[in-house]
């Protein structure tokens, strides 16, 4: 099973036309600018139980019609269920409670007559995911925001798929993505498919790789393999280590250096240094490629990775939703706060603008996309997304970027 980015996301016409109103409703479904921020990747375990507070909540009656399940957040007629991890083992998330505050600030901001947000606790479990999915959907729920997990998203969308309730889920596993199931997280594969067109059209037609043996790292160099076959790029050779000890795979890449000119490192922020010191112990100098992961100041700092390039999100919208978040709730949010925030707004806006088929697959799939906190944003029909993301480049211990994300998918 795939790890969860802590965790494992316009044309003319119709869609043109649902930009504008979503722009229009005033809600920060804002797109943001080219600076980039680190979005984790984790097991598909549940993260370390915390002391964040998590709110005491109960059903209540709306309307007058059937009682409401979990917390609920504004008073709108269009029900939207929310499934998040608030518990593991008992004991408070600080993702769930980020994620549980950031779907409240988007109801605000969005405006609270729009929808009625129904957030119930899965317990960072699959069976609680499974009844937290029956008790929405039984409390009139017309669409699912969450699970985080992936095995909590398979679980759900059972419950889902039986009630013709589509899902905008945060697992980055897009095994369990499909029609109906939309996963807005941050994908390996588009951090993959980005820096490897860019290295492509920068010169960079012969490549290796250097990867770990862990999901994230099988994930990445399957996605790598096919991206550069897509470009008539040559992988020279794909080395693999243990977790913690890349000197194995460095001295491997060593011997095919002169038929390189980009490294391909599909590695964790934890794992960076141990690979930067081998790199600087071998004398290996090709350009070196990595994923969205890598924006952090433990990476960002190692001597090895100067001059590395790295595909990532855009994190100028995030910067804003941070200030406003902190202002709301007197703390930082996490870095997947905005996968909640923009999903929320994102359900609040179609509600406002789109009628009875608010939530069809023909508007969650809009090829014009939406512009969220993270940059824009567009659905599959099969569940995947696509998102804008830039290149930045590593120097003097800073990310800066080399490339902007794309602001539209107008043309494709």
């Known amino acids: 099973m795939l790890g969860e980015a802590s965790l494992k996301f316009a044309s003319s016409g119709g869609v043109a036309r649902m930009a504008r109103l979503v722009a229009a409703v005033g809600f920060a479904l804002t797109l943001a600018a080219c600076n980039l921020t680190s979005v984790p990747f984790v097991n598909d375990n549940p993260p370390p139980p915390s002391s964040a507070p998590v709110p005491h909540v109960q059903s209540q009656p709306l309307g007058g019609g059937a009682a409401t399940v979990g917390e609920t957040v504004g008073t709108g007629p269009v029900r939207v269920g929310a499934i998040l991890p608030l518990t593991q083992n008992g004991d408070p998330s600080v993702i769930g409670q980020s994620l549980r505050n950031a779907a409240q600030l988007a109801v605000e901001e969005s405006g609270a007559s729009d929808i009625t947000l129904m957030i119930v606790d899965d317990h960072s479990t699959p069976e609680g995911a499974a009844q937290a999915a029956q008790q929405v959907v039984g409390a009139g729920a017309e669409i699912i925001v969450g699970p985080l997990f992936a095995a ?76 550069a076959g897509r470009l008539n790029a040559r992988v020279v050779t794909v080395a693999r280590y243990s977790p913690g000890q890349p000197a194995t795979g460095v001295q491997e890449i060593a011997g095919v250096a002169k038929d390189i000119d980009a ?150």
Not at 211 to 217: L, Q, T
Not at 272 to 297: C, E, F, R, Y
């Open 152 to 227: 909590d998203v398979v679980q759900a969308a059972r419950t889902a798929r039986s009630a013709n309730r589509p899902m905008i889920a945060f697992s980055t596993d897009t095994t369990v993505a499909s029609r109906g199931v939309y996963l807005l997280s941050f994908l390996i594969e588009s951090y993959v498919d980005r820096i490897v067109d860019y290295a492509a059209t920068h010169g960079k037609k012969s490549f290796a790789v250097l990867a770990p043996e862990s999901d994230y790292g099988n994930v990445a160099v399957a996605e790598f393999q096919s991206a």
């Open 263 to 412: 490294l391909f490192i599909p590695e964790q922020a934890e794992g960076m240094p141990a690979v930067s010191a081998a790199l600087a112990s071998s004398g290996l100098k090709p350009q070196i490629l990595g994923t969205g992961v890598w924006n952090d100041p433990r990476v960002l700092k190692l001597p090895a990775l100067q001059g590395a390039w790295f595909a990532a999100p855009d994190s100028a919208g995030f910067a804003a939703f941070s200030q406003r978040y902190r202002a709301k709730f007197n703390s930082s949010p996490t870095r997947l706060a905005t996968l909640s925030y923009d999903a929320v707004s994102l359900v609040a806006a179609l509600s406002r603008t789109q009628g009875p088929r608010r939530f069809s697959e023909a508007a969650l799939t809009n090829a014009s996309g939406f512009n969220g906190a993270d940059g824009v944003f567009r659905f599959h029909a099969e569940g995947r997304n696509d998102r804008g993301l830039a290149v930045m480049e590593i120097n003097n211990g800073e990310a800066t970027v080399v490339s902007p994300a794309q602001h539209s998918f107008a043309g494709g």
